[in-house]
């Protein structure tokens, strides 16, 4: 897919909370022990529910690292954001390594080979 306009869910037991609509392409691609990281950015309109505090607090905390060039913290926040069941709505894909700010959105699939 090197392009993908979709809704970013969370699953929080039964229920699906919309994160937003994303439209984005493919950045990058990795490949490393038959496993294909694909890097995609692009944009969000953000969704009607609430984020929950939590997360919201990681994806401030790692928009802050970012813009600061505190990237020796990233690997820790990621671990942190990952541990929330996030979702591509119509594609049911498990994404990875979230990062929103403004309107833009950049995450991470992984593909086994």
């Given at each position: 897919?090197?392009?993908?306009i979709?809704?970013?869910?969370?699953?929080v037991?039964s229920?699906?909370?919309?994160?937003?609509?994303?439209?984005?392409?493919?950045?990058?691609?990795?490949s490393?022990?038959n496993?294909?990281?694909?890097?995609?950015?692009?944009n969000?309109?953000?969704?009607k529910d609430?984020?929950?505090?939590?997360?919201?607090?990681?994806?401030?905390?790692?928009?802050?690292?970012?813009?600061?060039?505190?990237?020796?913290i990233?690997d820790e926040?990621?671990?942190?954001?990952?541990?929330?069941?996030?979702?591509?709505?119509?594609?049911?894909?498990?994404?990875?390594?979230?990062?929103?700010?403004?309107?833009?959105?950049?995450?991470?699939i992984l593909?086994?080979?």
């Amino acid at each position: 897919m090197k392009k993908i306009i979709d809704n970013i869910i969370l699953i929080v037991g039964s229920n699906k909370l919309n994160i937003g609509s994303i439209n984005v392409s493919l950045h990058r691609e990795i490949s490393f022990n038959n496993i294909n990281k694909l890097h995609y950015s692009g944009n969000i309109s953000k969704g009607k529910d609430i984020i929950p505090e939590s997360l919201q607090n990681l994806l401030k905390e790692k928009e802050e690292s970012i813009n600061t060039g505190l990237f020796s913290i990233l690997d820790e926040l990621d671990e942190q954001i990952n541990s929330f069941d996030l979702f591509l709505e119509r594609n049911n894909i498990r994404i990875y390594d979230l990062y929103i700010e403004n309107d833009g959105v950049e995450f991470t699939i992984l593909n086994k080979n």
